[in-house]
């Protein structure tokens, strides 16, 4: 059993926590120095992607959006907006960033409602085929056509830099870093085994529903537990929007877990998955080889063969 540094705050909306295994050693970079680097990476993240801050890089950049006008973006924006666009093509739709106006309609609190343009032809809206993102790399600047919604995508990423940081100081130690219900992890836990991590009952009982090993990897959750609310118009609504339908979508489902080696593209087939619905949830993740594991409605844990390798205990 090695020794363990916990610290823990709140960032990009949810808790931040970072567990290093093992003692520090002449030369090898501190615990606290490590948490202090990965607080660092969040906050820039936060100040460059948000949506919740209108002076935000991407909420300047959403208030432009329609227009003509060329915006130089950070290096992190302009991986954010490359990443998101290729998602959107390798998810065939399911996962668009540009559900911000559909959120915004809906009453998500706390989002910056875009600006609205007049309409020119085909809106570039979410389930659109037409281009919504325009790049040009050798001056690094972007236009949009629609506005964008960075949510999870934005903390997967942070998750993504904050490792590129920690990754090479780590020494041969251990660490789990956990922003909300994304995780990424390295070595091994205190015990010397990987890292076991729970997947959450969506129903708010303080059991898991699932034990599972995390080795060097990670894993997302999109969850419709916690970010729920009363819309408008008096229906239910929640944040993981259909971009087919500008509605919350995810028929049948309640969670949805998956495990793979990057936390950004963990956090993309989250939402992914979720938005199949619970027909079409467990053929897609299958045929994508995806480790998932999906609560229905009633409670009910599914996952599939490559999530049931990795589970070394389930509820049910």
Excluded at 169 to 174: D, K, P, S, V
Excluded at 259 to 264: E, V
Aim: glycine fraction near 12%.
């Amino acid at each position: 059993m090695s020794e363990a540094s916990s610290f823990s705050t709140r960032s990009m909306g949810s808790p931040l926590r970072l567990q290093v295994t093992g003692s520090t050693m002449a030369g090898v970079a501190p615990a606290d120095g490590l948490w202090a680097q990965a607080v660092d990476e969040f906050r820039v993240v936060d100040a460059e992607l948000s949506c919740y801050r209108s002076d935000s890089l991407l909420g300047r950049l959403n208030g432009s959006a329609g227009s003509d006008t060329w915006f130089v973006a950070s290096d992190r924006l302009y991986g954010f907006l490359a990443l998101a666009d290729r998602a959107r093509r390798q998810t065939r739709g399911r996962f668009d960033p540009r559900v911000l106006p559909a959120l915004v309609r809906l009453g998500h609190p706390g989002l910056i409602a875009p600006a609205e343009r007049p309409a020119t032809g085909e809106s570039g809206g979410p389930g659109s085929r037409t281009t919504w993102l325009f790049r040009d790399p050798r001056r690094r600047r972007v236009r949009l056509r629609s506005a964008v919604d960075s949510g999870g995508l934005g903390k997967g990423l942070a998750l993504r830099w904050a490792g590129r940081r920690l990754a090479p100081q780590l020494a041969g130690r251990g660490a789990l870093l956990e922003a909300g219900g994304d995780i990424a992890a390295w070595g091994s836990a205190p015990d010397g085994h990987p890292w076991q991590v729970g997947v959450e009952d969506p129903g708010g009982t303080d059991e898991p529903l699932a034990v599972v090993s995390l080795g060097d990897g990670a894993i997302s959750t999109s969850s419709i537990a916690r970010q729920h609310w009363v819309a408008p118009d008096g229906r239910p609504a929640h944040h993981l929007i259909d971009p087919l339908t500008g509605e919350p979508g995810g028929d049948g489902l309640a969670a949805v877990t998956v495990a793979t080696s990057d936390p950004a593209w963990a956090e993309v087939w989250s939402k992914a998955l979720f938005l199949e619905g619970a027909r079409r949830i467990g053929d897609e993740a299958r045929r994508r080889g995806l480790a998932a594991w999906w609560v229905e409605a009633d409670g009910t844990l599914r996952m599939t063969p490559s999530a049931r390798l990795r589970t070394i205990w389930s509820a049910r």
